[in-house]
């Protein structure tokens, strides 16, 4: 990819990370807030910018089975939340490609 620019949100409301500020996501691509994380409450989002993913890996979470990447700030490198690559449960197909975001390690920027 080479040298990247970090991606600004153009929103009323947008989550970014806790420890640098960088945007991470709109909150009108929020597809649940009924999730939770290491932390805490967690947001499941459709897209998410400027984060690095980690190696895929197989997950046992409470739902199930699941291939999850952990998903890195890309300005500051702190952990913010994972990826949910694929899901084995029928019902949990829905999270496949969608980001989680944990609460605790975002901040609200307007
Ligand atoms: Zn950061």
């Known amino acids: 990819m080479g040298l990247t620019y970090n991606t600004y949100l153009n929103s009323t409301k947008i989550f970014g990370c806790k420890n640098c500020k960088t945007h991470l996501a709109d909150f009108d691509e929020i597809v649940s807030r009924n999730f939770r994380g290491q932390h805490g409450k967690a947001f499941l989002f459709n897209t998410v910018v400027?984060?690095?993913?980690?190696d895929a890996?197989?997950?046992?979470?409470t739902t199930g089975r699941h291939v999850v990447r952990d998903i890195i700030c890309k300005q500051c490198n702190e952990t913010v939340g994972w990826k949910y690559d694929k899901a084995y449960e029928q019902t949990e197909k829905y999270k496949e490609g969608k980001y989680i975001l944990?609460?605790?390690l975002l901040c609200t920027v307007t």
């Open 102 to 104: 944990e609460s605790e």
């Open 50 to 54: 400027n984060i690095k993913q980690a």
């Open 57 to 61: 890996m197989e997950r046992n979470m």
